[in-house]
């Protein structure tokens, strides 16, 4: 069967040879399902981009991701995917960090990292020091909490809107009504203890409940 993505031969090694080119800088490693994970310390991101970009022919920076996981101490994992254009090769590069502790910026190596950590900043509020121009650049101005972080609240804090009497945007608190609010997720065929339109009929009569009279019925006790 054909592979529904582009196949990426592997390079065999590649995890030791990098081991041995960063030293003290190397955490750990995997290899899983063709992709090769390394993650270094968060103080020498810089020099290890640098080794794998001048030694290793990994020339371009595709990506810089943020994963968040908050019941860690470091609840931050920075991913830097690396592409080898000579080699054919993907590599992808991490770090660990927190909300006070900053990321050195690669924006010396790679300039497309202005951006990305700018993205990363605005959606997981990871710093990155040395970044020349780190502030948002997918939320709007004023935009308060980081949107890609496990506890940030679905509704957000504030909704935007054009105010025809102030004649311009204003921000204020998230108003929804309760029914938008309160989600009921249990199936009524599977427990639900509420009961349903029309579901009366299938329970019968409850004991004293009068019994609707027939026609036949009717007519006979208007003659009496």
């Known amino acids: 069967m054909a592979s529904p993505a582009p196949l990426i031969a592997p390079r065999e090694g590649i995890i030791d040879e990098v081991r041995a080119a960063i030293g003290e800088a190397f955490v750990e490693a995997k290899n899983t399902v063709g992709e090769v994970s390394i993650t270094v310390r968060r103080e020498s991101i810089v020099e290890v981009l640098r080794t ?20 860690r101490e470091e609840r931050f994992d920075v991913c830097y995917h690396l592409l080898s254009v000579t080699r054919n090769h993907r ?20 300039p497309v990292a202005g951006w990305l950590e ?15 121009d780190l502030r948002r650049i997918l939320t709007d101005y004023g935009f308060r909490g980081f949107p890609q972080r496990r506890d940030f609240p ?21 108003k929804l009504a309760q029914d938008f609010r309160s989600f009921d ?15 009366e009929k299938v329970q019968g009569e ?6 609707p009279a027939k026609a036949g019925e009717k007519t006979a006790e208007v003659k009496k």
Not at 92 to 110: K, M, N
Not at 206 to 211: I, L, Y
Request: charge should be negative.
């Open 185 to 199: 997720f249990l199936s009524p065929w599977e427990g639900a203890e509420y009961i349903l339109p029309g579901d």
């Open 52 to 71: 794998l970009r001048d030694r290793f022919e990994y020339q371009q920076l595709m990506e810089i991701a943020g994963v968040d996981y908050p019941h």
């Open 154 to 174: 679905l509704t957000g804090y504030v909704e935007m809107r054009y105010s025809e009497e102030q004649k311009r945007v204003v921000y204020e608190p998230v």
């Open 118 to 132: 700018r993205e990363v900043f605005d959606m997981y509020g990871v710093l990155f020091e040395g970044n020349p």
């Open 206 to 211: 409850a004991p004293g409940a009068p019994t």
């Open 91 to 110: 590599l992808r590069i991490r770090v660990t960090t927190d909300e006070e502790q900053p990321v050195p910026s690669v924006t010396g190596l790679y």
